[in-house]
């Protein structure tokens, strides 16, 4: 009887669990050999995988409250074991998912809560192997069970680990792509000395052995402090230039197992032939080595999640620290910095007006009625209650747009390129009018009032002083007639027109034309009441003539760019 058992089990690899109708199922004899012919060899796969009292299924079912309120686990473990135990050499060895589920479900029940189970299970099972949709449980362990015992191996030996971390971490920082509006990232520095002392904006990254929490005790913002307050063995200058980036101390724990599991199937698959793996086997563990890398490049935002920004009110203020927590599944430095951005903490772009009230509230004037623009630049890198610029570009982009407006004497300041301090007046002095001004410029940027009360002073016409009435006539003096002296001194009549005729490279007429409209044009539209007119004169000389598709092309454009009516081709 059991041979002829055995027989129809191992014939039955469509559909298993259907027996002729010739075998008496009913028989206690059959039923005897079907129990003992499945359960020989099964008992440790039985006690372990699929209904033991310590069984993963049973485990699963008590940890997720939505799988146990139907024993989904273990009813999935049991039609997947019933299915396929009786077919090991078959030609297509296991069940199908949907037959897995169709074994399992009752009426009323969803089949997605056994799918998750079998997922689950699939994962996590030692003797359950999956070949695409099908799936049977062997009295051979899994890759599964080997991945699981090297990855616990891992805890042992943390340095892979890190490494492993710092390799992704540093990929995922030093793309230039991935940087945000940060100019440079210092991923992981071992000491303050790595994090040089510049005047651009940096995000530093802590390692991941400097974690932050919110219990106290950080790590990582003692690591943050000593960096901030120093490089190296000396003070650092510029401290409103860096913020930090930190890991969270809890999801750390899911990062690193998530680690390990990947090391664990990347050590499998290299060691593959000395394991004598299977294709099946080595496809299953390259599948789950492409899943575990999925999960920590996922895990890697999650774990770093904490911004450390350094603060001051203003300067009489100490320095706080502000924590903020990022999200999203960006690169780190690109969600960091759109976070900053967001809440003012970095500035890529600032206008003149800002500039000139900061300026005016700090005050960074000094008591004086200038400031050096290396001194501006100076005061933005180093004080934390000024606003943190992205680069020193963008405050001298700030200084020449305040030059050049026409509300200077409101919203913005004048330019001199020195104090001569014996005459007590500004050299070189504009205002109103655009000003290339670079890091180390030597120029001054000026108190408008004090510049508009020297060009004043410079610019008002000087009046004679005529004779005094009442004057005593002496004896034998005759006095003579005054001379007749004009009130104001006569000054040369001030040109009122411009006209200018200029030959363009027709290679470089973009070029040309916008160096024009920058050194020419702008200087006379900026002047009060002035009305400028630009035209465009084109000759051209075609001695083959013209094709019709380009009199056709030119033709149109020039109607459509409102050229004046005169304009179109010639035959002569």
């Known amino acids: 009887m059991a041979a002829v058992i055995h027989s129809l089990w191992e014939k039955g690899d469509k559909n298993p669990l259907i027996l002729p109708a010739n075998i008496p199922i009913d028989d206690p004899r059959v039923q005897f050999e079907l129990t003992r012919y499945l359960s020989d060899n099964w008992v440790p796969i039985l006690e372990k995988d699929i209904d033991g009292p310590n069984s993963l299924p049973l485990r699963l079912d008590g940890e997720v409250p939505n799988l146990g309120k139907y024993a ?15 077919t090991p050499t078959a030609a297509n060895r296991g069940i199908e998912d949907r037959r897995v589920k169709l074994g399992c479900v009752m009426p009323g029940e969803s089949p997605a809560v056994f799918g998750d189970a079998l997922r689950r299970l699939a994962a996590a099972a030692t003797y359950l192997y999956q070949d695409g949709p099908r799936y049977w449980y062997s009295t051979q362990p899994t890759v599964t069970k080997l991945a699981e015992d090297r990855a616990e191996q891992y805890k042992r030996d943390p340095d892979k680990v890190v490494q492993e971390l710092d390799k992704r971490l540093r990929a995922d920082l030093t ?7 940060f100019s440079r990232v210092h991923p992981m520095p071992s000491s303050s000395a790595d994090v040089p002392d510049d005047l651009d904006a940096r995000l530093v990254v802590l390692g991941i052995d400097h974690t932050y929490s919110r219990e106290g005790d950080s790590v990582a913002e003692t690591a943050a402090k000593a960096i901030f307050e120093t490089r190296g063995s000396t003070p650092r200058l510029y401290r409103n230039t860096i913020v930090f980036l930190a890991a969270d101390k809890t999801r750390l724990q899911d990062l690193d197992e998530a680690a390990r599991k990947f090391l664990a199937w990347e050590s499998i698959l290299h060691d593959k032939d000395t394991l004598d793996l299977s294709p099946h086997q080595v496809r299953q563990a390259e599948t789950q080595k492409t899943a575990a890398d999925r999960t920590v490049t996922a895990r890697l935002p999650e774990t770093y999640q904490w911004l450390l920004v350094p603060t001051q009110e203003n300067p009489q203020a100490p320095v706080t620290w502000q924590t903020i927590r990022l999200s999203g ?38 008591g004086k009625n200038h400031v050096a623009i290396r001194q501006l630049v100076e005061d933005f890198g180093r004080y934390l209650y000024l606003p943190r610029l992205q680069t020193t570009t963008v405050l001298l982009n700030a200084i020449s747009a305040g030059l050049a407006l026409l509300t200077w004497e409101q ?4 330019y001199a390129e020195n104090y001569d301090e014996s005459a007590a007046r500004y050299r070189g002095l504009r205002f109103g009018a655009h000003v290339t001004v670079t890091g180390d410029d030597p120029g001054l940027l000026v108190r408008p009032e004090v510049a508009r009360r020297q060009i004043d002073q410079e610019t008002s016409p000087t009046i004679p002083v005529g004779p005094e009435t009442g004057d005593v006539t ?14 104001e001194p006569i000054q040369p009549p001030k040109p009122q027109r411009y006209h200018g005729t200029v030959i363009l490279d027709p290679e470089r007429v973009g070029r040309d034309a916008g160096r024009i409209a920058d050194e020419v044009v702008t200087h006379l539209v900026g002047l009060v009441g002035s009305s400028v007119r630009v035209t465009l004169e084109i000759e051209a000389e075609i001695p083959g003539g013209a094709p019709d598709n380009v009199v056709r092309t030119v033709t149109e454009n020039s109607r459509t760019l409102k050229f004046t009516s005169n304009s179109g081709f010639e035959t002569e």
């Open 411 to 414: 919203d913005a300041f004048a």
């Open 329 to 366: 599944n960006n690169a780190l430095a690109q969600r960091a910095s759109k976070k900053l951005r967001n809440d003012d903490l970095l500035v890529v772009n600032f206008a003149a007006s800002l500039l000139r009230m900061e300026m005016d509230r700090v005050p960074l004037w000094r």
């Open 175 to 181: 793309d230039r792509h991935k940087m945000g509006d």
């Open 72 to 86: 989904a686990c273990r009813r999935v473990a049991r039609t997947i074991y019933l299915g396929s135990a009786p």
């Open 474 to 487: 002496l004896p034998g003096f005759r006095p003579t007639e005054p001379t007749t002296q004009p009130s």
